[in-house]
Each structure stands twice: as structure tokens, then as C-alpha cells.
């Protein structure tokens, strides 16, 4: 039995040999595999025109495209410039007579009408007065000064002055201020309109032209108040 086993061997190894030689090439076909495997060099010839094989460079990814409102939008760049030169102008401030001939030189200026009026209410004052009397006049004097008050002396209409202690924007705050100048032993002082309501002429948005035709206005036609920018919000 062992005898056989041996035998058996031998044939086996001996078939393996031949095969590893190539002697059993027809049968290859039957058997399914190579002694080569995949590694064979008859696989290069199954290959069709391999000389025509190029290896190509990996292309740079394409750019994105910009969206279309950005890329066909007419005009976007000047618009956003045309807002941003934009400017809020003031003149003034004009009394009665002032504001006439000044609007009528912002229409000539300005024919589309693209400006508005700010009313500035009368200003109201505290004062003591009118002195016709110099020497109670200067007495008056030396006791605000005591009092560590320095008034004001204004010329009125009569002749006779006026001392102008305090000056506000409105009428409360002009009868607070008096209130506290009485704590303090001032009894002879008033509160007064210190002058008419004035008009201020605005233009909220003035593009380059407008601001061109406004500042070309001489000071003559704007009684010496040129326009200027606007003030903060609140003033």
C-alpha cells in the first residue's frame, strides 16, 4: 500500500513539473490556469494598439460661473456708487425776510423741488429790563456778578438794554431756569421771546449734481448761510 502512495507522489510531481515547464500548454485550456498566472507576458498581446495609449494631465476644475443678477445686472456697480455720494444739506437758519429770497434762489438752483423747510421754534430767553437808568443798570450788574452770574447786555429797539442771563430753545425750560435764578435771589428777571421762528432749507439727499448747483449759489443769495451738512438727528 505504501508502495502505491509513493508512486502516486512521484507521478504527481512529475506532472506539476511538466507543467511548470510549459510541456502541457495544450491542456491549459482544460486545466484553467497558466504556470505563469496573472503575470504572464502573452497577456501584452491581447492588448489592442497599445502605443496608442496616452496618459493625459488632471484638468484644473472649472471656475464657477457668478450668479446670473451679479453677472448680467446692469448698472450695479454705479448705483452703489451714485447712493454712497448721496449727502443730507442744510441752510439756514433765516428769518421771515432771509428764508424768502433764499428759497427762491434753491428753485432756481433746484427747479425739481427736491428740498423741505425745518421749523426752528423761537428761542426764549431770561432777562432783566429794559434799563433806562445807567446806574440801576450797572447796580443790576454788580449783583449777578455777586451772585456768580455774568448776563449779557443787548441793545433793544427803544434804546434802553436789556441783560440776557440764560438763553433756551423753548418756553419750559426758560421758566425752569427763572425758578432756579429766584432760589438764588434773582426776583427782578422774566422770561421773553428771544426772537422770531426761524426756517432751515434741507435737501435729505442731495446727489453730486445737486450739491454742485447748491455750492455754485453765492453767499449774497443765501444772506452769508451757506449750505452745509446736516446736523445729527436731535439737533
Given at each position: 500500500?505504501?508502495?502505491?502512495?509513493?508512486?502516486?507522489?512521484l507521478?504527481?510531481?512529475?506532472?506539476?513539473?511538466a507543467?511548470?515547464?510549459?510541456?502541457?500548454?495544450?491542456?491549459?485550456?482544460?486545466?484553467g490556469?497558466r504556470?505563469?498566472?496573472?503575470r504572464?507576458?502573452?497577456?501584452?498581446?491581447?492588448?489592442?494598439?497599445?502605443?496608442?495609449?496616452?496618459?493625459m494631465?488632471?484638468?484644473?476644475?472649472?471656475?464657477?460661473?457668478?450668479?446670473?443678477?451679479?453677472?448680467?445686472?446692469?448698472?450695479?456697480?454705479?448705483?452703489?456708487?451714485?447712493?454712497?455720494a448721496?449727502e443730507?444739506?442744510?441752510?439756514?437758519?433765516?428769518?421771515?425776510?432771509?428764508?424768502?429770497?433764499?428759497?427762491?434762489?434753491?428753485?432756481?438752483?433746484?427747479?425739481g423741488?427736491?428740498?423741505?423747510?425745518?421749523?426752528?421754534?423761537?428761542?426764549?430767553?431770561?432777562?432783566?429790563?429794559?434799563?433806562?437808568?445807567?446806574?440801576l443798570?450797572?447796580?443790576?450788574?454788580?449783583?449777578?456778578?455777586?451772585?456768580?452770574?455774568t448776563?449779557?447786555?443787548?441793545?433793544?429797539?427803544?434804546?434802553?438794554?436789556?441783560?440776557?442771563?440764560?438763553?433756551?430753545?423753548?418756553?419750559?425750560?426758560?421758566?425752569?431756569?427763572?425758578?432756579a435764578?429766584?432760589?438764588?435771589?434773582?426776583?427782578?428777571?422774566?422770561?421773553?421771546?428771544?426772537?422770531?421762528?426761524?426756517?432751515?432749507?434741507?435737501?435729505?439727499?442731495?446727489?453730486?449734481?445737486?450739491?454742485?448747483?447748491?455750492a455754485?449759489?453765492?453767499?449774497?443769495?443765501?444772506?452769508?448761510k451757506?449750505?452745509?451738512?446736516?446736523?445729527?438727528?436731535?439737533?
Open positions: 500500500m505504501l508502495r502505491w502512495i509513493v508512486l502516486a507522489l507521478l504527481a510531481n512529475a506532472g506539476f513539473w507543467w511548470r515547464q510549459g510541456w502541457l500548454e495544450p491542456l491549459h485550456g482544460v486545466i490556469a504556470p505563469e498566472g496573472e504572464e507576458p502573452q497577456r501584452l498581446g491581447l492588448q489592442v494598439r497599445p502605443e496608442a495609449i496616452e496618459l494631465p488632471a484638468e484644473a476644475p472649472a471656475p464657477r460661473p457668478l450668479p446670473a443678477s451679479a453677472a448680467t445686472a446692469p448698472g450695479t456697480v454705479e448705483a452703489v456708487v451714485a447712493v454712497a448721496l443730507c444739506l442744510e441752510a439756514g437758519p433765516f428769518n421771515v425776510t432771509e428764508f424768502a429770497l433764499a428759497e427762491a434762489s434753491v428753485k432756481s438752483a433746484l427747479p423741488g427736491a428740498w423741505a423747510v425745518r421749523e426752528i421754534a423761537a428761542p426764549w430767553w431770561v432777562v432783566m429790563g429794559p434799563f433806562v437808568d445807567t446806574e443798570l450797572q447796580k443790576k450788574r454788580d449783583e449777578l456778578r455777586r451772585r456768580g452770574i448776563p449779557q447786555q443787548l441793545p433793544t429797539a427803544s434804546g434802553a438794554p436789556l441783560l440776557v442771563l440764560s438763553r433756551h430753545a423753548a418756553r419750559p425750560a426758560a421758566e425752569l431756569e427763572l425758578t435764578l429766584v432760589e438764588r435771589g434773582v426776583h427782578t428777571a422774566r422770561t421773553m421771546v428771544g426772537g422770531p421762528a426761524l426756517r432751515v432749507l434741507r435737501v435729505a439727499q442731495a446727489d453730486a449734481l445737486q450739491q454742485s448747483a447748491l455754485a449759489l453765492g453767499p449774497d443769495r443765501l444772506r452769508g451757506p449750505f452745509g451738512p446736516c446736523p445729527p438727528a436731535g439737533l
